[in-house]
């Protein structure tokens, strides 16, 4: 539930009970912005990011930042119910196996250019050539567009509470994304420094006015890479659910769900249009779908949004990390997560300590997480794990 910090230019608005040091100063240094529309709302999941927390939202008026969008521009989920009720475990592992030499995982791309047209337009009456760093990407793009990516990106095969199967997948725009950030990320420092503010770029929160050439450039890169993390998620999912339809004939599938979490979009709030910046939060308007998945081994939820004004109509897009990755690695005790996933007959990707950065153990209660954001969403169905491929 919603609770307030006052500051000297901008309210902070939060959706958890605690908040640990780091992720408070990074709040704070948005709110001390003077472009800052109306407040900082930081949601359930929260955790200290690149500049902007991760589960943070922030509305500006006339300017954009780089750095509160992210870099995997895009990153989102997507969710596809089946027409199954069950699946055993020597199917499931089957799946599993044909998924994981049909979708190439961590850093790993396609040996061959994936078709032309599994890539997203640009935006209408702009050619791609004029999308300076999506048109140098292009061609690597084409070997990327299909596969799972690194990190806490995931495949997972679940089971909602009226038994039916799901698939669930989170990644986002690869390479393309990550190289669109960083470029316009760095004008935007250089241009800071010129310009006298210098108080945003050291604090990674560089902007670029609206009224100027490279913010239009910037946002049109960065609408493509969400099309772009889209078509990644799109395709990936059509080639799971072959390969359900391969061994589980007769599936039907329904309508894709699928929402973006990394992401800056023009919206009107307490009355004038502004740019709102999603990083690691998800829209959630009044009756609009949404997905917060859990962690490796937790539920994840298919919600309905209820557009609290005060969240900017978002919330959480995840359960949030608790421990850092290489705090995890150092921290938690491999037999225990092993041993949790196992007692569930979770057939899951955790190997060796490396791995444990992705550990149920590293993230936040998603129960909890829910349970803070009770006046942002409603649940429709919980989903249940059965096996998971992670990145």
């Known amino acids: 539930m919603e609770r307030s910090i006052t500051t000297e230019k901008h309210p902070i608005k939060l959706w958890l009970k605690d908040i640990d040091e780091d992720t408070l ?34 509305a500006t008026r006339d300017v954009v930042i780089p750095n509160a969008v992210g870099v995997d521009i895009g990153c989102g989920v997507c969710a596809v119910r089946t027409s199954l ?14 998924i994981r030499l049909a979708i190439p995982v961590g850093f790993s791309h396609h040996r ?77 420092i250089e241009l800071n420094r010129k310009k006298g503010s210098a108080f945003a770029a050291e604090r990674q929160l560089a902007f670029l006015p609206l009224d100027l050439p490279v913010a239009l450039r910037y946002l049109q890169e960065m609408r493509y890479c969400v099309d772009f993390a889209r078509a990644n998620r799109r395709l990936m999912m059509e080639r799971v659910e072959d390969i359900l339809q391969h ?11 699928d929402v973006a979490h990394n ?27 949404g997905i917060v998945p859990g962690s490796q081994g937790t539920a994840s939820y ?39 996933l196992e007692e569930r007959q979770i057939l899951h990707a955790i190997r060796g300590r490396r791995d444990l950065e992705e550990a149920a153990g590293a993230y936040k209660d998603i129960e909890v997480v829910m349970a803070n954001q ?8 919980r989903l249940q794990p059965l096996a998971v491929i992670k990145g």
């Open 25 to 58: 100063t990074q709040a704070r240094n948005l709110a001390a912005l003077p472009f800052i529309h109306s407040h900082i709302a930081i949601m359930a999941d929260a955790h200290v990011g690149f500049g902007m927390p991760i589960g943070g939202v922030a």
């Open 85 to 98: 009720t069950a699946i055993d475990r020597k199917t499931l592992k089957s799946i599993l196996g044909a």
């Open 247 to 257: 061994y589980c004939a007769p599936v039907s599938f329904a309508p894709p769900v």
């Open 112 to 188: 061959n250019k994936q078709s032309v047209r599994r890539m997203p337009e640009p935006p209408p009456g702009i050619d791609i050539a004029a999308l300076p760093i999506v048109s140098r990407e292009y061609d690597n793009a084409l070997t990327q567009i299909g596969t799972l990516g690194g990190g806490n990106h995931f495949i997972e095969i679940q089971q909602a509470d009226d038994r039916h199967i799901w698939i669930m997948i989170h990644s986002g725009s690869r390479n393309i994304g990550f190289w669109v950030a960083n470029h316009y990320n760095e004008l935007a």
């Open 263 to 289: 992401y800056a979009a023009a919206e009107t709030h307490f009355g004038r249009e502004v740019l709102v910046h999603r990083k690691g939060a998800t829209r959630a308007g009044r009756g609009e779908t």
């Open 374 to 381: 009770l006046d942002l969403v409603e649940i429709v169905t």
């Open 302 to 340: 298919i919600v309905r949004g209820l557009g609290n004004v005060d969240s900017f109509s978002s919330c959480s897009h995840g359960a949030g990390r608790r421990l850092g990755r290489k705090q995890a690695q150092r921290q938690l005790d491999l037999k225990a997560e092993i041993q949790r």
